[in-house]
T-cell receptor, first 112, second 113 residues
Framework: SQKIEQNSEALNIQEGKTATLTCNYTNYSPAYLQWYRQDPGRGPVFLLLIRENEKEKRKERLKVTFDTTLKQSLFHITASQPADSATYLCALMKTSYDKVIFGPGTSLSVIP | DTGVSQDPRHKITKRGQNVTFRCDPISEHNRLYWYRQTLGQGPEFLTYFQNEAQLEKSRLLSDRFSAERPKGSFSTLEIQRTEQGDSAMYLC???????????FGPGTRLTVT
């Protein structure tokens, strides 16, 4: 069955450092991979989408890579700030008309 | 506020009772999704609509769950004969067709006692 795994442990990093979050998937061939941010008690908020034919995507301090051979995406936050502390969710879609499947999320804490 | 809204925000019910949640999507969005989320997990897909048509329903969803989207506008999710295992956050999201970004509502937190 389809499975999405993200960093199993919460990630704690020092302010100013780069946070790197991992998303691995099995038994799935997504055409699109998304990253969302979720704060406690709130719905997820879309951050970035990357297509299977794209290796890398950037938006301000965020960078996403997508390796369809390794079945892995890496999500980087550079110059991290305490306000970046949240849970980050990886989400996959087979096609633009397909449902979205979410991973379990990784909790990130940026320590001042 | 032109975002996705959900009502109620919190619902406490006794086991065996029926509950209904409402979601109002962003007005120009054709697609509407329902998810369930428990603590420490990502949102779990339940069902989704393209306009008023229900395109897919999760195999994990028992017959106690039903969703509607009359006239392709707001949607309701009903849970019949609630069980303690139904306690979760129920999230609604909407998007434009073939537009990948989903906009989520604040969720309805259900507690079944």
């Amino acid at each position: 069955s389809q499975k999405i795994e993200q960093n199993s442990e919460a990630l704690n990093i020092q302010e100013g450092k780069t946070a790197t979050l991992t998303c691995n998937y099995t038994n799935y061939s997504p055409a699109y991979l998304q990253w969302y941010r979720q704060d406690p008690g709130r719905g997820p908020v879309f951050l970035l989408l990357i297509r299977e034919n794209e290796k890398e995507k950037r938006k301000e301090r965020l960078k996403v890579t997508f390796d369809t051979t390794l079945k892995q995406s890496l999500f980087h936050i550079t110059a991290s700030q305490p306000a970046d502390s949240a849970t980050y969710l990886c989400a996959l879609m087979k096609t633009s008309y397909d449902k979205v499947i979410f991973g379990p999320g990784t909790s990130l804490s940026v320590i001042p | 506020d032109t975002g996705v809204s959900q009502d109620p925000r919190h619902k406490i019910t006794k086991r065996g009772q029926n509950v209904t949640f409402r979601c109002d999507p962003i007005s120009e969005h054709n697609r509407l999704y329902w998810y369930r989320q428990t603590l420490g997990q990502g949102p779990e897909f339940l069902t989704y609509f393209q306009n008023e048509a229900q395109l897919e329903k999760s195999r994990l969803l028992s017959d106690r769950f039903s969703a509607e989207r009359p006239k392709g506008s707001f949607s309701t999710l009903e849970i019949q004969r609630t069980e303690q295992g139904d306690s979760a956050m129920y999230l609604c999201a909407s998007s434009r067709t073939a537009d990948y970004e989903q906009y989520f509502g604040p969720g309805t937190r259900l507690t079944v006692t």
